[in-house]
């Protein structure tokens, strides 16, 4: 156990659909970092949070939002959806701002877009 | 931008044979790290390299660090089932984590 916590574990939409991830991340960690990985795909990384700002964007399209919150948990929301947003996604915390120490990684949320 | 690349992307070896998986980085990284992930499961962390020629060992685990630190590689002696994943190195510069696209080892016992 990670200590990282992600929910719902399983999520199944329609396409034209949105939909709102939410990660907790490991206590004490301030980073939180997503992830979307499809089949046969590595880890794409999509947006970090550090202590409540966005600190680093990666592949993330504009239908795709996150934020995080005072608690430091965080929220990806993901609009407009459409069969190929079908993905595992994962949450990770690390303690640093700069992707130096490990990341831990939650369960993971796997969207079925249909 | 940075990009990690990973070879081989898949992996079959017979019980107790070795097994090899190699990371190239575009450009020079201050530190990599390696992530296994098990069939079904999340990315667990199993190690960091951040000097120039480093060589660390965790049991049948080998890995290294490149002298230009832009290359890395994870070698397992003697595979056993429990191997079975997705190895993925993970390089920092001056960006968050890029992953490489991970390497799936099965095992055939």
């Known amino acids: 156990d990670s200590g990282v916590t992600q929910t719902p574990k399983h999520l199944i939409t329609a396409t034209g659909q949105r939909v709102t991830l939410r990660c907790s991340p490991r206590s004490g960690d301030l980073s939180v970092y997503w992830y979307q990985q499809s089949l046969d795909q590595g880890l794409q990384f999509l947006i970090q949070?550090?202590?409540?700002?966005?600190?680093a964007k990666g592949n993330i399209l504009e239908r795709f939002s996150a934020q995080q919150f005072p608690d430091l948990h965080s929220e990806l929301n993901l609009s407009s959806l459409e069969l190929g947003d079908s993905a595992l996604y994962f949450c990770?915390?690390?303690?640093?701002?700069?992707?130096?120490?490990?990341?831990?990684f939650g369960p993971g949320t796997r969207l079925t877009v249909l | 931008g940075q990009q990690v690349m990973q070879i081989p992307q898949y992996q079959h070896v017979q019980e107790g044979e070795d097994f090899t998986t190699y990371c190239n980085s575009s450009t020079t990284l201050s530190n990599i790290q390696w992530y296994k992930q098990r069939p079904g499961g999340h990315p667990v962390f199993l190690i960091q390299?951040?000097?120039?020629?480093e060589v660390k060992k965790q049991k049948r685990l080998t890995f290294q660090f490149g002298e230009a630190k832009k290359n890395s590689s994870l070698h397992i002696t003697a595979t056993q089932t429990t191997d079975v994943g997705t190895y993925f190195c993970a390089g920092s510069g001056n960006t968050p984590l890029v992953f490489g696209k991970g390497t799936r080892l099965s095992v055939i016992a």
């Open positions: 990770a915390s690390s303690v640093d701002p700069a992707g130096v120490y490990e990341q831990f």
């Open positions: 390299l951040v000097k120039s020629g």
């Open positions: 949070y550090y202590n409540g700002e966005e600190r």
